[in-house]
């Protein structure tokens, strides 16, 4: 599980440098990566919740389009592929969308399961916050940066109530 937690913290933060006139832009938390991790957690919890068979091929699908991405921005094609730099973009965004709304229902089902709140539903509210404050950072970009803040409010509390699930998880599953 905690492959998982360590994966979305990827997914969600978005730190990169952009080197002044090189044209190229490098992610310092890779998406794929994340992607990767979440991957390889959901195999090993896959059992514990039927979410989680759904979610394995959203990941996948976010490691391919994510590598696909970084290795387009990192050799410089962001100005001759802009169009596809930003469909990926937008479909990688989609799945993010998608796999942190799965994990979040993963969780409540292992709540229900193990009959404890796991705060599945305060995380859900913090998916639904995070979803809107991305699209709209999305569509508006620089123009608004309150909404760029917000959604990163919302992705570092997504991921300390994630990492605190994780932690009464592990609790319960060890009684």
Not at 23 to 47: A, H, N, Q, S, T
Not at 144 to 170: E, F, G, H, P
Request: proline letters at 1%.
């Amino acid at each position: 599980m905690l492959l998982i937690i360590i994966g979305l913290t990827l997914i969600l933060l978005d730190i990169a440098i952009t080197p002044e006139n090189a044209g190229v832009m490098i992610e310092l938390l890779p998406d794929f990566v994340g992607y990767g991790l979440v991957l390889l957690g959901i195999r090993r919890e896959k059992e514990y919740a039927m979410v989680f068979h759904k979610a394995m091929l959203i990941s996948l699908c976010g490691t391919v389009a994510g590598a696909v991405l970084y290795g387009m921005k990192a050799l410089g094609f962001a100005g001759s592929a802009a169009m596809t730099i930003l469909l990926l973009e937008v479909f990688e965004l989609i799945l993010m969308v998608i796999l942190v709304f799965m994990i979040t229902r993963a969780f409540k089902e292992l709540g229900q399961d193990l009959q404890q709140d796991l705060k599945g539903k305060t995380l859900f509210y913090l998916w639904l916050c995070h979803t809107v404050t991305v699209v709209v950072s999305y569509i508006f970009q620089t123009e608004v940066a309150i909404y760029s803040l917000a959604s990163l409010l919302t992705d570092i509390l997504a991921v300390v109530i994630l990492y605190l699930m994780y932690t009464n998880y592990q609790k319960l599953k060890a009684e």
